[in-house]
């Protein structure tokens, strides 16, 4: 076989593994959020087990999940900012979102008022917390300022007036 052929069928097969990837991107970006659904699940874990009560579990959780964003910014966007084929915030979702959620819920719930949804409080705060991490690394807020935007977050979510 000479050079020039071995070339052509090099780099023919190179086109042919790039088009296959390309053609199990959503495969490859779901099983990656799903690992990283993992990950995030023990990160937040570990926030809330070292919180110190209920009133600190919200900024202890919170300072976990933006902490994850910005250490792990491909896995995050992986994650929670490219299209995948899953299902979030429903019964239907993968046990790692499900987990990851849990976590999040279990921050919450402590500081939630009576006629408050802690479904819907725990979505508002993971709303709140993306937004953070996603303004933030693009460059829309200054990073400085993002302590103490988030303990305005955490601050109106459980007040330190209630705190016990």
């Known amino acids: 076989m000479t050079m020039r052929t071995r070339r052509e069928r090099e780099r023919a097969e190179r086109a042919r593994l790039i088009v296959t990837a390309a053609r199990g991107k959503g495969a490859i970006m779901t099983a990656v959020a799903l690992e990283g659904s993992e990950e995030l699940t023990a990160a937040l874990r570990a926030a809330t087990a070292a919180a110190g ?34 299902p979030f915030a429903t019964p239907e979702a993968p046990a790692p979102l499900r987990a990851a959620f849990a976590e999040l819920r279990r921050a ?57």
């Open 53 to 86: 009560g209920a009133y600190g579990r919200p900024a202890a959780v919170g300072g976990a999940y933006t902490d994850f964003g910005r250490r792990r910014p491909a896995l995050y966007d992986a994650m929670f900012t490219h299209l995948v084929d899953l």
């Open 108 to 164: 919450v719930e402590p500081v939630a008022h009576e006629d408050d949804d802690p479904a819907l409080l725990t979505e508002t705060f993971w709303a709140g917390l993306h937004g953070l991490v996603t303004l933030t690394r693009s460059g829309r807020l200054p990073p400085e300022a993002h302590e103490s935007r988030l303990a305005l977050l955490v601050g109106r979510l459980a007040p330190r007036d209630r705190a016990g």
